[in-house]
């Protein structure tokens, strides 16, 4: 079998696992549509990318289609950040301003009207024979990569920043699938992207059409995989999507709308004095989905107020803050001898966590070292 044959065959393989991905998000009942929509759209606009490696056995389109599809992957980037920001902000809508997005595609079709779309079909067939060599097309590449550059900076910034955010207001597992997926989401696309910067330099080069053809069935192998990946994770994660509000913010952004440290120094004091007497009494911290919402209602403290509180005057996330009295209520029972046939599962439950293995992370990182270890050098003897 020849590299072009593989090149077809996998070519159209990764195009119908994405077209049927996209049919299954596109139908799906769901609460997350935007997100959906957003995914399903991304993976349409790949799959009519890819399709170039089998249709023009079976189809020749006319040179404007053909054109309007080589341009369509400038709809790539803008789709997944959109997408980025859909799954972080639960409340995520399409506005005017994200009309912005447009502008790649839109440039690169101005750039192309002057020499392909204002010439006849014959010379706009030439052109496109040609497209790979031409100015506008070298010129349209670099523009490209300085705009998929553009977009993984505002990625990954978004991305750092939705982890502080579920840092500073909440501590339930579920609330940190979504940074998860994003997060693996992001490093899938970030090797997609080192490959297919690596193939362009093959294809340049003056290498074999046998070495680029390789460099295309290894970037295709991996979209071969990309797409059984995707699969997966819409198969065995069901539930994946939850997002934050995008009026949240971060605690910094927070107290610059308060008023001056001077003159909140005795009222920051007394709040502090609050909290803490609430969260030694009440133990809200037991709750293993507790938010900095539902401890803002429970304590009275205006849950802006309580977040500035805790990131910024006591320097330490919401999230290690609860842990760090689920792990004093951790150390308590595992040095009472009449506690002692409590099991590790039993205690990290009983105190607020869902898990062993973030007990175990936080219980090392507030004490230095394991709750096994702790319970044989400080159980008290009961003799």
Known sequence: MSNPDILGILGFII?????????????????????????????????????????????????????????????????LFLYFLSIIYADFKLQRKHLVHLAPWAISIIVLIPNFFMVDRTSQSLFLDAYWQTSEQKWLSIFGTTLEVVYIVAELYYLFRYRKLLLENFTGKAYFYNYRWIKQLMIFILIAQLLTFIKGIVVKSDASEKNADLAFIILL?????????????????????????????????????????????KETKQQIEVLKDFMVKKEPYLDPSLTVQKLSEQSG??????????????????????????????????????KKDLTILEILYEIGFNSKSSFNTAFKKHTGTTPTAYRKNNLVSDL
């Open 221 to 265: 192998c991996y979209g071969l995989f990309f797409s059984f990946w995707l699969v997966w994770k819409a198969l065995h994660s069901p539930k994946l999507f939850r997002g934050i509000t995008v009026d949240l913010k971060l605690s910094k952004e927070l107290i610059n709308e308060r008023k001056s440290k001077e003159d909140l120094s």
């Open 301 to 338: 403290i205006p849950s802006k107020q309580l977040s500035v509180l805790i990131n910024q005057h006591l320097g330490q996330h919401f999230f290690d803050f609860v842990n760090g009295y689920r792990i004093d209520c951790a150390t308590k029972i595992l040095s009472d001898p009449t």
């Open 15 to 79: 195009f119908l696992l994405f077209i049927l991905l996209a049919l299954f998000l596109l139908t799906v009942k769901t609460k997350n549509k935007m997100s959906n929509k957003l995914l399903a759209s991304f993976l349409i606009v790949t799959a009519i990318d890819i399709s170039a490696f089998f249709y023009y056995r079976y189809i020749e389109l006319p040179p404007v289609l053909e054109m309007l599809r080589i341009q369509l992957s400038n709809f790539k980037d803008p789709i």
